[in-house]
DNA sequence: TAAAATTTGGTCAAGATTAGTCAAGAATAA
DNA sequence: TTATTCTTGACTAATCTTGACCAAATTTTA
């Protein structure tokens, strides 16, 4: 609420450019040059922040005239990006993977808060409580799946 | 009864900050150092006064910017029902009895169609796919139970 | 045109910064 | 006394920051 790091104000920064217009395209060193920090904190920041998980796609090109390009999905309008994202989850997902995706369902307007909940608990390591991790994250795949499957069905 | 403890104290503190907006965010070192304890007492007053049977949503980070969010919500009325619900179904449960639960919620107006479709999809035979049917059955409880307490306060 | 130089972004790992767990010992209550 | 709750700290885990080194695309030079 108070401390963000910077990591958290760069990432604000970027979404509020998003607001604008549905898809940006950055020059690494300015970014990282805006607010001191190393280039490779802009990929961090990207990596942990802006993935399909989080309804984003990014593309970048190095060189001359390089950029990142971020542009902001539905994740259950377009088939291809639900392709990609049941692709991305595959066979196994983890606990916070799996989180974000319901969070940006929920951000979507894709599902209520409620609905949201319901996938969340269903998916917490807590409730699975398996003691194999890898049959864990499986079982979290299944589930996980089988819920976007329904609400592709609905919309 | 007489002599209050520092937990007893940081507990009253947390409160009253929460009694203003009804979600604060810490820095577990911070409240740690204000007290003058281990940061893990911090952890401890959470454990045991902070819960979601007292009303309270904690999520916390690790990390640089880390916190500790806690979030008061409104338990609701119909308690009881879903207390009798999680002692029928006990520590395991067979599918068609788990969708006999949900269609009993669904027509007494505790979830809505699209809730009970989500839960169901995930407490199917076929989502779950284990061998053992007794292991299948007890993490359809988990995940039954989990679901319940989730329908025990308003969002 | 081909090689070299320059200009971008990418990867990865070490170190820093936070919170979580657990169990032993202390204090309090029954 | 005995059981429960509280306090403490050593160890663990997650997240963020930084920088050295790598890779790709473009531009300049021979």
Do not use: W
């Not at 991305?88 to 916070?96: L, N």
Request: glycine share 6%; proline share 1%; net charge negative.
């Amino acid at each position: 609420m108070e401390e963000k790091s910077i990591s958290d104000i760069i990432e604000e920064y970027l979404k509020q450019i998003l607001g604008e217009s549905s898809q940006i395209e950055i020059r690494r060193s300015e970014i990282a040059n805006h607010f001191d920090v190393v280039p490779s904190q802009i990929n961090y920041v990207i990596k942990t922040r802006f993935t399909i998980q989080h309804g984003y796609l990014v593309q970048s090109k190095r060189g001359g005239g390089g950029y990142i390009r971020i542009e902001r999905v539905n994740l259950l309008d377009n088939v291809d990006v639900l392709n990609s994202l049941i692709q991305v989850i595959g066979d196994s997902i983890r606990e916070r993977d799996a989180y974000d995706i319901v969070r940006t369902l929920y951000d979507e307007k894709v599902v209520t808060r409620r609905e949201g909940d319901l996938m969340l608990v269903a998916l917490s390591k807590q409730t699975l409580n398996v003691n194999d991790c890898n049959v864990e994250a499986q079982l979290r795949a299944r589930i996980l799946i089988s819920m976007l499957n329904r609400l592709r069905y609905e919309s």
